[in-house]
């Protein structure tokens, strides 16, 4: 089984992405990643882009 690829943005997990077939499929952790939850990419970094997409950094500076 081949290794998951853990997805950071702004050094906090979103998601991991798993190879199934030709293809890597999204498993978000939080909000707002689970608006990818099942995507499938072709490639894990553009798993990672599209969540970039999704927390912009000054989003990602407030305080939790």
Known sequence: ???PFVVEIWG??????LKEG???R????TRPFFALEGHQFNTPGQARLAA???QPPRES???D
């Open 1 to 3: 089984m081949p290794e």
């Open 12 to 17: 906090k997990p979103a998601g991991v992405v």
């Open 22 to 24: 030709n293809a890597f």
């Open 26 to 29: 999204f498993h978000a952790f």
């Open 52 to 54: 970039a997409k999704l």
């Open 61 to 63: 500076l407030r305080a």
